[in-house]
């Protein structure tokens, strides 16, 4: 065995009836079908930091490999999706199409003077939607669960842990509460606004903060 084969790094994902492989440079998928035959396919993933330079930079360079990682995940999830349940939305599509024909193309039965009047109300599925539109449908789907997992991921480990030592330091007196106006007989809501307002004004950072907010942040993980 070659010093390259042996060093090769090889991870994978689990996905619907199958499996998505991947190597720093390239990625296959196969998944087992209703019927139980195996389709796969296969391509290279060149890396972004090798087309843009800029992306090899320390913060970067992370960034990039968890959004590429994302982006190929949903997409081997969405292939698998498409391949292991494409017989059963055939049979879905074919058994809409013999129920809808007789009362939208011949005009028979309950329906015939609702579509005769008003062509074009109860759709007929007759042909699938193109190659093209499937892909735009599942790059925007991909595109839009990517942003939406960096804004939980950001406010889950980040920002969470962050405001709940911020709270847990005023709470314990182990930093100064700003001062807040006495109010007279305040409303509920602004008792609860005041008390909020306390418990997130910023603390300054220390080495007890530091390292509280990253027990914190462990826990969370």
Do not use: C
């Not at 199958?18 to 990625?27: D, I, K, L, Q, S």
């Not at 890396?47 to 590429?68: E, H, M, N, T």
């Not at 969405?78 to 024909?101: G, H, I």
Request: charged content about 15%; proline content about 6%.
């Amino acid at each position: 065995m070659s010093t390259n084969e042996r060093d090769l790094i090889v991870g994978g994902q689990a996905v619907i009836e199958g499996v998505m492989m991947r190597t720093p440079n390239a990625y296959a998928i196969a998944v087992r079908k209703t019927d139980g035959t195996i389709v796969n396919t296969a391509a290279r993933l060149p890396k972004w930091s090798d087309k843009y330079p800029i992306l090899k930079l320390p913060v970067l360079r992370g960034g990039a490999v968890l959004i590429q990682s994302m982006g190929l995940g949903i997409k081997a999830l969405n292939y698998s999706a498409n391949e292991a349940f494409a017989e059963a939305e055939e049979a879905t599509t074919e058994e809409v199409k013999v129920a809808l024909s007789p009362a939208v193309i011949e005009g028979e039965g309950d329906f015939a003077g609702l579509t005769g009047a008003i062509p074009g109300l109860i759709p007929v599925p007759t042909q699938k939607r193109s190659k093209d539109e499937l892909k735009k449908g599942t790059t925007a789907a991909a595109a839009g669960s990517i942003v939406f997992a960096m804004i939980f991921n950001v406010l889950l480990f980040v920002a969470a842990p962050l405001l709940l030592t911020n709270a847990l330091f005023i709470a314990t007196g182990w930093a100064t509460a700003p001062a807040t106006e006495a109010v007279v007989n305040p409303a509920w809501y602004d008792s609860v606004w005041a008390a909020v307002q306390t418990y997130l004004h910023p603390v300054r950072p220390s080495v007890a903060f530091n390292l509280i907010d990253g027990l914190i942040r462990m826990t969370f993980s």
